[in-house]
């Protein structure tokens, strides 16, 4: 079952229930993955590493404007954007715990050959590429820092 098939289907279930959030969050998700599919080059289908990457970057934007409401102290808009956040994770695949990561990252480190903060974009190639929707792109980034400024 595709993404837009799976969220079709939890918004028939939302608006059934009368929930607002879920509905509010599912037709957002829905409006990129249409958006995504009309989009030059893609041809009316879109990958399933594609909308992986589509659900990302909409829990970004949320993460992102979560953070502006709540230095504003927006509660109301902050928390409808928590809200949203929480409906989108749970079409993503589940993200690695820091130690599952700081393992992965100190293997590619060590496969790459690296040994200074010079070396930061090389490890960071290959770890977006293997870790493409289990870790966020902040926290890798992070992470190869620290263990290669060591």
Same mark, same amino acid.
């Given at each position: 079952?595709?993404?837009?098939?799976?969220?079709?289907?939890?918004?028939?279930?939302?608006? =059934?229930?009368? &929930?607002?959030?879920?509905?509010?969050?599912?037709?957002?998700?829905?409006?990129?993955?249409?958006?995504? @599919?009309?989009?030059?080059?893609?041809? $009316?289908?879109? @990958?399933? %590493? &594609?909308?992986?990457?589509? =659900?990302? @970057?909409?829990? @970004?934007?949320?993460?992102?404007? =979560?953070?502006? +409401?709540?230095?504003?102290?927006?509660?109301?808009?902050?928390?409808? %954007?928590? %809200?949203?956040?929480?409906?989108?994770?749970? +079409?993503?695949?589940?993200?690695?715990?820091?130690?599952?990561? #700081?393992?992965?990252?100190?293997?590619?480190?060590?496969?790459?050959?690296?040994?200074?903060?010079?070396?930061?974009?090389?490890?960071? $190639?290959?770890?977006? #590429?293997?870790?493409? $929707? #289990?870790? &966020?792109?902040?926290?890798?980034?992070?992470?190869?820092?620290?263990? =290669?400024?060591?």
């Amino acid at each position: 079952m595709s993404l837009e098939q799976k969220i079709q289907a939890e918004l028939k279930t939302a608006m =059934l229930a009368k &929930d607002e959030k879920t509905v509010r969050s599912l037709r957002a998700i829905k409006a990129a993955i249409i958006l995504a @599919k009309t989009s030059e080059g893609a041809g $009316g289908e879109i @990958k399933e %590493e &594609d909308e992986i990457k589509l =659900l990302q @970057k909409l829990v @970004k934007q949320r993460k992102d404007s =979560l953070e502006i +409401f709540t230095q504003q102290n927006r509660t109301d808009l902050a928390s409808k %954007e928590q %809200e949203e956040i929480e409906v989108i994770e749970k +079409f993503l695949p589940k993200q690695m715990s820091a130690e599952e990561l #700081k393992v992965i990252i100190a293997n590619i480190i060590a496969e790459t050959g690296a040994s200074s903060p010079a070396d930061m974009g090389k490890v960071m $190639g290959v770890a977006t #590429k293997q870790l493409a $929707g #289990k870790a &966020d792109g902040k926290a890798i980034s992070a992470l190869v820092k620290e263990l =290669l400024a060591k």
